[in-house]
């Protein structure tokens, strides 16, 4: 049971049915052009009000958490709270696997601290956009497709009926790493367009998810990681389609009737109706 002032959350994991860049922004990030997808693998977030300040505890050793990073950037751009947390994270999803575990993290205390100060929800994902590329996804979650530096986000009606299937490779991939990697001959390579591998998905067209399902990164990353690549067609031999999420280690594969995980429609929620 929880306690009063308490809360418990999931925060959902992603897999990127379609990653493609388009070019490289002055900024020093990418514009990126992505299906975006939540499963049904999650983290879990006890968060307990305290007088001040953040304390957390994790089963998992994680350099730099991102919510240290979240509470803070939250505190500068829209006041420091007057009250603190405590959080004890269950971490599940893996770390550096193109799942976007930390960014799902990150937007569930963000909807932890819009909720229970009423924060507009505009505000909300301005400071989500701040803490993180994909932390404005996770607010709205289930499944989008994804511009910009991630920023840019088109809801759409949620996609269901598919089972996931995952692979991890042991080593970790950072995404600033992986990204550094790409070079202009890279982009904009997908025979298909976004749309229409959602369409496939929407209306089942099985020969046109294959056809169409894409990661930029696979062009980078298999020739050097014998591991992923070992995986990936593992699981292209029994699977609807198949491909790397976001910038690695893990791959996917779809199916319509085997898998631990399926698709879901957010990208946080509470365990409690209570807010």
Not at 43 to 56: H, N, P, S
Not at 225 to 235: A, M, S
Not at 252 to 261: A, E, K, N, R, V
Request: net charge positive; charged share 25%.
């Amino acid at each position: 049971m929880e306690q009063s002032g308490s809360k418990t959350l999931r925060a959902y994991a992603k897999i990127n049915l379609y990653l493609d860049v388009i070019g490289r922004r002055k900024d020093g990030y990418h514009d990126i052009i992505s299906l975006f997808q939540n499963i049904s693998l999650y983290d879990t977030l006890y968060i307990e009000k305290k007088d001040k300040g953040i304390e957390i505890e994790t089963n998992e050793h994680i350099e730099n958490n991102i919510l240290y990073r979240t509470w803070n950037i939250f505190a500068n751009q829209l006041g420091t709270p007057d009250f603190g947390v405590k959080i004890i994270l269950e971490k599940r999803i893996p770390i550096k696997a193109g799942l976007g575990g930390g960014s799902a993290d990150a937007a569930a205390l963000l909807r932890f601290l819009g909720d229970t100060m009423k924060i507009p929800e505009h505000q909300l994902l301005k400071v989500a956009a701040i803490v993180g590329s994909d932390v404005p996804f996770f607010l709205y979650g289930g499944t989008a497709i994804v511009k910009g530096k991630g920023h840019i986000i088109e809801k759409l009606k949620p996609l269901s009926g598919y089972k996931v299937r995952l692979l991890v490779a042991k080593e970790g991939i950072s995404t600033r790493d992986a990204y550094a990697t790409l070079k202009e001959k890279h982009f904009k390579k997908s025979t298909c367009e976004v749309y229409e591998l959602y369409e496939a998905y929407f209306y089942r067209n099985l020969s046109q998810i294959s056809k169409c399902t894409y990661n930029i990164f696979e062009h980078v990353l298999l020739p050097v990681y014998e591991e992923i690549d070992g995986n990936l067609k593992k699981l292209k031999r029994n699977c609807i389609a198949a491909a790397l999420t976001g910038s690695g280690s893990a791959v996917f594969g779809i199916s319509l009737t085997q898998g631990d995980y399926e698709f879901v429609k957010r990208g946080v929620e509470y365990e409690t109706s209570e807010i």
